[in-house]
């Protein structure tokens, strides 16, 4: 599906440029015709971006980043800043993966390390882009999760720091309001990318089962019976980082198929 040129000229910055919706997002930004700068700890993944985002005829600038580390994070934040004149738009997909345990089960440490990458570097990334989104009345999207509509047992952990991530988004949306700053969060679902069909097949193996049974049976409570593609999601990041959403802030929009209803 083609991109609507929703960001002309825009300079997005995101953070988390994986091999899923990181990408999609760099990718899908780029075809809505914005620069990038791309953040991760991987050097080699975000070349492969940045390429892919300069064969679309934009710019691309790959800083890789500890997104947990204060001095590389600012680091992260002048380069842009150097290299473009400013960041409208900072996309925080960064996240910790969850950790399948019980609230009584789960270490300390673990559940410090999901917030420590969902919510600190969050916070720590808007903090330094604050002056340059504010001078260019620019945007925050967060990318969040629909477990934030369920308490699944074995999902109190990521629960947890997503809400903290939910409240952060709503406070920076009072504070840098005034100010001119939007910002929202995305709740996607299960979003089907390579682990998750992998994760898929594993399942089916170990039933003896057909692939589109395992499936079938996981997407049976989604209205649409199916999981998001990436670039699903990524359009309705794009979406809220648009002027089409202009009077849209302190937003979370389910981005799950009609899995949860709020």
């Given at each position: 599906?083609?991109?609507?040129?929703?960001?002309?000229?825009?300079?997005?910055?995101?953070?988390?440029?994986?091999?899923?919706?990181?990408?999609?997002?760099?990718?899908?930004?780029?075809?809505?015709?914005?620069?990038?700068?791309?953040?991760?700890?991987?050097?080699?993944?975000?070349?492969?971006?940045?390429?892919?985002?300069k064969q679309l005829g934009r710019r691309a600038l790959?800083?890789?980043?500890?997104?947990?580390?204060?001095?590389?994070?600012?680091?992260?934040?002048?380069?842009?800043?150097?290299?473009?004149?400013?960041?409208?738009?900072?996309?925080?997909?960064?996240?910790?993966?969850?950790?399948?345990?019980?609230?009584?089960?789960?270490?300390?440490?673990?559940?410090?390390?999901?917030?420590?990458?969902?919510?600190?570097?969050?916070?720590?990334?808007?903090?330094?882009?604050?002056?340059?989104?504010?001078?260019s009345r620019g945007s925050i999207v967060m990318i969040?999760?629909?477990?934030l509509r369920h308490s699944i047992e074995r999902c109190?952990?990521?629960?947890?720091?997503?809400?903290?991530?939910?409240?952060?988004?709503?406070?920076?949306?009072?504070?840098?309001?005034?100010?001119?700053?939007?910002?929202?969060?995305?709740?996607?679902?299960?979003?089907?990318?390579?682990?998750?069909?992998?994760?898929?097949?594993?399942?089916?193996?170990?039933?003896?089962?057909?692939?589109?049974?395992?499936?079938?049976?996981?997407?049976?409570?989604?209205?649409?019976?199916?999981?998001?593609?990436?670039?699903?999601?990524?359009?309705?990041?794009?979406?809220?980082?648009?002027?089409?959403?202009?009077?849209?802030?302190?937003?979370?929009?389910?981005?799950?198929?009609?899995?949860?209803?709020?």
């Amino acid at each position: 599906m083609n991109v609507p040129e929703l960001l002309p000229g825009k300079v997005v910055l995101v953070a988390g440029v994986g091999p899923g919706l990181g990408r999609e997002l760099a990718v899908r930004c780029a075809r809505a015709g914005a620069d990038l700068v791309l953040a991760a700890r991987t050097a080699s993944r975000l070349e492969e971006v940045a390429d892919e985002v300069k064969q679309l005829g934009r710019r691309a600038l790959a800083v890789p980043t500890d997104l947990t580390d204060e001095e590389e994070t600012a680091s992260l934040v002048r380069a842009a800043v150097e290299t473009y004149g400013r960041v409208d738009t900072l996309i925080h997909n960064a996240f910790a993966a969850p950790q399948h345990l019980t609230m009584v089960e789960v270490g300390l440490d673990e559940v410090r390390e999901g917030f420590e990458i969902n919510v600190y570097a969050a916070l720590r990334l808007a903090r330094l882009l604050a002056p340059t989104l504010v001078e260019s009345r620019g945007s925050i999207v967060m990318i969040n999760s629909s477990v934030l509509r369920h308490s699944i047992e074995r999902c109190g952990s990521y629960k947890m720091a997503k809400a903290g991530l939910l409240a952060l988004a709503q406070m920076l949306s009072t504070e840098l309001g005034p100010q001119g700053v939007r910002v929202n969060t995305v709740a996607p679902g299960p979003i089907l990318i390579d682990t998750v069909k992998a994760f898929v097949e594993e399942i089916a193996a170990a039933r003896g089962v057909p692939a589109q049974t395992v499936y079938d049976e996981m997407t049976s409570s989604i209205d649409r019976r199916r999981l998001q593609d990436p670039d699903e999601v990524a359009d309705a990041v794009i979406f809220l980082a648009s002027d089409l959403a202009r009077a849209i802030t302190g937003h979370c929009l389910d981005v799950n198929g009609g899995e949860y209803h709020s």
